[in-house]
């Protein structure tokens, strides 16, 4: 295994990696006795994203109970302060300048953005988009004023700002593994002091994906998704003999043994972004494939919220995870897999099902089979009509209860008929692939018609109070 490790230092030391925070005052695995969650990354690139109060009942519906907002508006904050959902509030680096040179313009922002809604905010995100050049000069001033503009709450809110892999040098083996030394003296330094004296957590964007992809088929497939891997191929730490069976671990590990080498060991660490694109270009990202998304991240939950094993260096603490993302940011620039992240369209269709055992059916999660067939909104009515006909018909759909005068019938509307009857005949088939098609005017949902909430073609969220006529 020691082979292994030289060429992976060799080959990954130039990792880029393509971001949620910690906090006390909530569930936090890091900071406290609350066991750990995994939150979700909502990005603004979506088209046709739910209003606030629709996208609060997705959320809930969804039992999704930590969100990554950047600069969320008014109205979505409003929303949410309503709900259980807290939320890891991201400053753009557009306000950087202003927070930085004026202590006072930080606090009259926090006035309006984050005092009125601090019991929903669970951490601040200070700076979307790391870079070098301007982190020194403004990402830290920015940082303190935005602590000062904070420090009348109580409990405070923690402040941090989320960084890059690849500010990690050599991260494998982990256990040699250092912080970038042309940014250590400073910006890393100053900001891991800032951190420990406002107990706050080191954002880390962590990506095994781009990790995979970059070592050529050094690093295995099956340790990027979690997959179990044979002790023959678990990779060994020559200098800790610690056993890494998955690279989501090893380079967790490889940033703690960094902040050990600054004396910074006891700054947890909260993972802001991670996640694995579901489609890509064929020739140049062929392993981003929905059956690998979906792996990774139902492979992620289980690791975080079922198992809550920790890593081999500190397997007490399990981080806080944030996925990238909820949504497909269908307007994203860059290669095919940037448009393709999301857990859900941005009509809140899943992309996949994920299946995590144990999970509640957390994220679309079909574990509990807790999945359903109703039309799709905006369908054609005759395309319909026509599929309704056949699951009623030769399809041999339990239809009894949408006849006239029987309890589903009223409202008498086409597209409820039709997901009742879709859903009769998904169920009675066993909801097997393709038994929810009906030549496209029907789609898979982990919403329950039955009881909760159904998206209409302008991405409004109505309700179907159709009782038990789901």
Not at 45 to 51: A, F, T
Request: charged fraction near 15%; glycine fraction near 6%.
């Amino acid at each position: 295994m020691t082979s292994l490790f030289s060429t992976l230092l060799f080959l990954l030391s130039f990792f880029l990696s393509p971001a949620a925070a910690a906090n006390p005052r909530d569930n936090n695995g890091a900071y406290g006795s609350e066991p750990p969650f995994v939150g979700v990354v909502i990005g603004n690139e979506v088209s046709g994203l739910l209003p606030p109060a629709d996208l609060a009942r997705f959320l809930v519906t969804q039992r999704i109970t930590h969100v990554r907002l950047s600069n969320p508006s008014l109205s979505l904050l409003a929303a949410l302060n309503t709900t259980a959902v807290r939320i890891l509030f991201v400053v753009p680096n557009s306000l950087l300048l202003a927070f930085a040179s004026s202590p006072s313009s930080a606090s009259a922002w926090a006035s309006r953005f984050l005092l009125p809604f601090h019991n929903s905010i669970s951490a601040l995100a200070v700076g979307d988009d790391f870079s070098p050049s301007i982190s020194p000069t403004l990402l830290l001033p920015a940082l303190w004023s935005l602590s000062s503009a904070l420090s009348p709450l109580r409990p405070t809110i923690p402040i941090s700002t989320p960084l890059p892999f690849s500010i990690i040098i050599d991260p494998f083996p982990p256990s040699q593994a250092f912080f970038n030394r042309t940014l250590t003296a400073d910006f890393l330094l100053p900001l891991l002091n800032f951190l420990s004296s406002t107990n706050s957590p080191l954002m880390l964007n962590l990506y095994p994906y781009y990790s995979f992809m970059r070592s050529r088929g050094i690093i295995p497939l099956d340790s990027a998704l979690f997959k179990p891997l044979p002790p023959s191929k678990e990779e060994v730490d020559p200098n800790t003999l610690l056993h890494y069976t998955n690279l989501f671990d090893a380079m967790l590990d490889a940033a703690r043994f960094a902040l050990r080498t600054l004396n910074f060991s006891h700054i947890p660490i909260l993972v802001a972004e991670t996640g694995w694109p579901s489609a890509g270009d064929p020739g140049l990202e062929p392993f981003a494939t929905r059956d690998n998304a979906d792996t990774y991240n139902s492979n992620l939950i289980k690791h975080v919220v079922v198992d809550r094993g920790g890593t081999p260096l500190v397997p007490e603490q399990t981080p806080n995870v944030y996925i990238y993302e909820l949504f497909n940011e269908d307007q994203r620039l860059g290669p095919e897999s940037e448009r393709h992240w999301g857990l859900f369209y941005g009509n809140g269709t899943p992309v996949y099902l994920l299946s995590v055992a144990g999970g509640g059916g957390f994220l679309a999660d079909d574990s509990t089979n807790r999945t359903f067939c109703v039309a799709v909104d905006g369908a054609d009515r005759k395309e319909l009509q026509a599929a309704l006909d056949w699951a009623c018909g030769p399809g041999r759909a339990n239809c009894s209860e949408i006849q006239p005068g029987e309890a589903c019938y009223d409202p008498n509307d086409v597209r409820r008929h039709a997901s009742y009857a879709f859903d009769s005949y998904y169920h009675k088939e066993g909801k097997v692939v393709g038994s929810c098609y009906f030549q496209g005017v029907a789609m898979v949902t982990t919403t329950d018609p039955s009881r909760t909430m159904a998206l209409n073609k302008k991405s409004n969220m109505e309700e179907l109070r159709l009782g038990d006529c789901g």
